[in-house]
T-cell receptor, first 115, second 109 residues
Framework: GAGVSQSPSNKVTEKGKDVELRCDPI?????LYWYRQSLGQGLEFLIY????????KSGLPSDRFSAERTGGSVSTLTIQRTQQEDSAVYLC?????????????FGEGSWLTVV | RKEVEQDPGPFNVPEGATVAFNCTYS??????FFWYRQDCRKEPKLLMS???SGNEDGRFTAQLNRASQYISLLIRDSKLSDSATYLC??????????FGSGTRLQVQP
């Protein structure tokens, strides 16, 4: 597609359940990023991929969060045993490569509500 | 000290006004700087890059002051459609972009 595609766009889940969020980056973009934004807050970096490897996982808030990327394209962010504080919009972005000066392009986000 | 600090606002200005936002950063290794715009419940989108010599794009002017470690965004002749949150963003070249928490602008008729 022309832009970054994320699914689901909205997800309501019960506390304790696992969720998977998917990101399909812009074709040809080697770098892929996950951010989280809670209501009224700034963007919190979670993880980024260069190809299929994740050089920086430092932003993942706990071991309940994991992410993978296969084939240098689609990425999945998994949250296990969801908690109410996980409620946020999860934004995926991609760029042609990492490195200074590269613009990143965001998807519309996956809005997660944990009840 | 936070990596990036922005005045959260809101800045309430009348149409036609000139408004300026500053953003300070603490990492002196920062190499690239940007302003992103985020509309309510939408994803952030690139507004403009910030170059060392300063740069202008229509009604928008961005400046960088490396010595004092801040960037600024000036909006002239504000329009209703400029109402949004403006995020300052920087890149140290070592990891993903770092975003400020944003400054909210509300342009009123």
């Amino acid at each position: 597609g022309a832009g970054v595609s994320q699914s689901p766009s909205n997800k309501v889940t019960e506390k304790g359940k696992d969720v998977e969020l998917r990101c399909d980056p812009i074709s040809g973009h080697t770098a892929l990023y996950w951010y989280r934004q809670s209501l009224g807050q700034g963007l919190e970096f979670l993880i980024y991929f260069q190809g299929n490897s994740a050089p920086d996982k430092s932003g993942l808030p706990s071991d309940r969060f994991s992410a993978e990327r296969t084939g240098g394209s689609v990425s999945t962010l998994t949250i296990q045993r969801t908690q109410q504080e996980d409620s946020a919009v999860y934004l995926c972005a991609s760029s042609p490569m990492t490195g200074s000066g590269n613009t990143i392009y965001f998807g519309e986000g996956s809005w997660l509500t944990v009840v | 000290r936070k990596e990036v600090e922005q005045d959260p606002g809101p800045f309430n200005v009348p149409e036609g006004a000139t408004v300026a936002f500053n953003c300070t950063y603490s990492n002196s290794a920062s190499q690239s700087f940007f302003w992103y715009r985020q509309d309510c419940r939408k994803e952030p989108k690139l507004l403009m890059s910030v170059y060392s010599s300063g740069n202008e794009d229509g009604r928008f002017t961005a400046q960088l002051n490396r010595a004092s470690q801040y960037i600024s965004l000036l909006i002239r002749d504000s329009k209703l459609s400029d109402s949004a949150t403006y995020l300052c963003v920087f890149d140290t070249g070592r990891r993903a972009l770092t975003f400020g928490s944003g400054t909210r602008l509300q342009v009123q008729p």
